[in-house]
């Protein structure tokens, strides 16, 4: 996902600009550029790789202006290079862009058949042009954004400041996009994301889908308008309920955000009973209980999925209703049954993974009411949805989720429970408790881990296998590894083994083996089923399973009694530890992984 930040005001604009997307920097990136005013002619700097290769150019121009665009590119269309990085400019305007313009290629030779000349091969380059086309027609900005944006298909938000001129620009379809102000230092903000106003912007607004804003600047003083593409005044925009705190961009006495996080998570879950079962969260799960579905379409990527398939397990067992677990990617493609009684669930961290949101949409648009299980209140998806059940997770800095997972899970579980008329809140918070605790003694356990993982960091490969409940986490653990390690791994239901990845084994393949009380011994034969073939065994199970210890290379046990339906969250936090020390030992950039974004907002 691409970081996009704009300012204008009294200070020198680069330093807002750089700052803002250094706390973008976790999304993933993989080159840089910002674009500044100079006597009201426009300049550029843009560099490939780290920011801190954009730093360096930059002190060495060392320039001074008060109206300036920047962008973190995460590459789509066009090789990663400079000429293909952010801003996009020319002579009139400069152009920041997150997202896809699906139809660029049609658009782009049509406009080469015109004379118009491009210089990157992006998609990006083609809405300058478009804009640029349309400013010599109509003389308007405003009129040139809303042609540009009614020809253009796909999910983009868009960042734009033309040469004389300290106005701003800025609209969005189905990609996120935030506006900011600060009237006592007359200074005006434009975003992709609200972590990066935080401490500068006074206000942030959330436009919606197609309303453009129009940030003006004088000496004496500053506004922030929107409108229609029609021209006319809108309303679609939400101002920032409140303030969102800084402290969360330091990693306290962590070496990672990923381990800070990690370790937040007894806190949040304290956090969590007291917001939804004390608080205005109560009136929401409240609100759930009016659901009588006869179906659950539960949607989402990755982690968000994987949280997904435990949700699933609640929802049937406590409402006995059926659930389907989907991959967005492949839901929102393959015409799914929905009937007007369904619910769809769509999990989401960030609330703008593209498939998730077009997978919304697709249920929207059939009638489907759609709740969200998500973090960033104001985001995409939580203006999409009819109800959201807000995980309170706080940001999540790492690209690996880790808390979100867990938050995820919880919120899932009191929906579950809710609708089902079982909510007891002193049962919950017993429970919540209880789980916390055990989170805690875990994390006091890491020198155990890290031996663990030092033993087998160097392995060919890694099976993580798991029966039941603990099927998703067996997947979760894999893609944690991959995803921060960089090493192989897969997560499989235990009992497919023997249906052929059981071929893999020899004494070189690692199986991180999850065996809990439920169908113990089903698990356990799995395990000795590796054992015998000279796996290698990470037992991952009750403290008290001397079965599971008797066949391990290596075990780690945890109090796994009276969590019930919790116990995978548990199991989790010791393989969220165990990716985490052997991304450690490989010596990867754990918080921002190769090739990784923090939210996936093209498709
Ligand atoms: C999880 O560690 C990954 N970063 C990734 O799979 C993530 O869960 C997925 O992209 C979904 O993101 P979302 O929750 O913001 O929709």
């Not at 020319?90 to 000349?117: C, M, P, R, Y």
């Not at 006592?184 to 972590?195: G, Q, V």
């Not at 003083?221 to 330091?250: C, H, P, T, W």
């Not at 608080?279 to 659950?296: A, M, N, S, V």
């Amino acid at each position: 996902m691409c970081g996009i930040v704009g300012y204008s005001g009294p200070q020198n604009a680069i330093i807002p600009v750089l700052e803002g997307l250094t706390r973008l920097e976790y999304r993933g990136y993989d080159s840089a550029g910002v674009s500044y005013l100079v006597n009201n002619e426009i300049q550029i700097i843009k560099k490939e790789g780290k920011i801190d290769n954009l730093k360096a150019e930059i002190k060495n121009k060392n320039p001074f202006s008060h109206t300036a665009i920047g962008h973190t590119r995460w590459a789509t269309h066009g090789a990663v290079n400079e000429l293909n990085a952010h801003p996009h400019t020319n002579e009139t305007f400069s152009i920041v862009h997150n997202g896809i313009i699906e139809n660029a290629s049609e658009i782009k030779e049509d406009l080469q058949k015109e004379g118009f000349k491009f210089k990157s091969d992006t998609d990006s380059e083609v809405f300058l042009v478009l804009l640029t086309k349309y400013f010599l027609q109509t003389k308007s900005v405003k009129d040139s954004i809303s042609l540009a944006m009614k020809l253009i298909r796909g999910n983009s938000a868009f960042v734009m400041m033309m040469k004389d001129s300290t106005s701003l620009y800025a609209v969005k379809r189905g990609a996120p996009l935030v506006a900011g102000n600060n009237p006592a230092k007359k200074e005006i903000y434009l975003s992709s994301d609200p972590y990066a106003l935080i401490g500068f912007a006074e206000n942030i607004y959330f436009p919606e889908d197609e309303v453009i804003c129009e940030l003006n600047r004088t000496d004496k003083d500053i506004e922030v308008k929107f409108f229609e593409l029609s021209g006319q005044k809108s309303e679609r925009y939400k101002a920032q309920a409140k303030k969102m705190s800084l402290d969360v961009a330091n990693k306290g006495e962590h070496e990672h955000f990923m381990l800070k996080e990690i370790y937040e998570q007894p806190g949040l879950i304290k956090n969590l009973y007291e917001y939804y079962l004390n608080q205005e969260g109560r009136q929401l799960l409240t609100k759930i209980t009016k659901y009588k579905p006869d179906f659950i379409h539960i949607i989402g990527c990755g982690t968000a999925w994987h949280a997904g398939l435990v949700i699933k397990n609640f929802f049937e067992e406590q409402n006995k209703v059926r659930v389907n677990v989907e991959l967005a990617s492949e839901f929102r493609y393959r015409n799914p049954i929905l009937k007007k009684n369904d619910i769809g669930i769509f999990i989401s961290q960030s609330g703008e993974t593209a498939d998730t949101l077009a997978s919304c949409d697709l249920c929207i648009e059939e009638k489907v009411t759609a709740l969200s299980i998500v973090n960033v209140e104001g985001s995409t998806l939580y203006r999409n949805c009819a109800e959201n059940f807000l995980i309170k997770a706080g940001l999540e800095i790492g690209v690996a989720s880790t808390k979100a997972f867990t938050m995820q899970v919880l919120t899932g579980y009191l929906m579950s429970l809710s609708m089902a008329g079982k909510l007891e809140a002193k049962k919950v918070q017993k429970e919540f408790d209880l789980l916390a605790d055990n989170i805690k003694q875990v994390l006091s356990r890491t020198t155990e881990i890290k031996a663990i993982a030092d033993a087998v960091y160097n392995k060919k490969g890694f099976i993580f296998t798991g029966r039941g409940i603990y099927f998703p986490i067996a997947l979760e653990g894999a893609l944690k590894l991959k995803e921060i390690a960089y090493v192989h791994a897969e997560g499989y239901a235990a009992g497919e083994l023997k249906h052929g990845p059981i071929a893999l084994i020899d004494q070189h393949m690692v199986n991180i083996s999850i065996v809990g009380p439920e169908l113990h011994e089903k698990a356990l034969s799995n395990t000795e089923e590796v054992k015998s073939r000279r796996g290698l065994i990470i037992g991952i199970g009750d403290e008290k399973d001397k079965k599971l210890k008797g066949v391990s290379d290596y075990y780690f046990g945890m109090n796994l009694e009276g969590l019930d339906h919790l116990r995978p969250v548990l199991v989790n936090i010791s393989m969220q530890l165990f990716a985490y020390y052997v991304a450690k030992l490989k010596g990867t950039d754990i918080d921002k992984p190769r090739n990784l974004a923090k939210s996936v907002t093209v498709e």
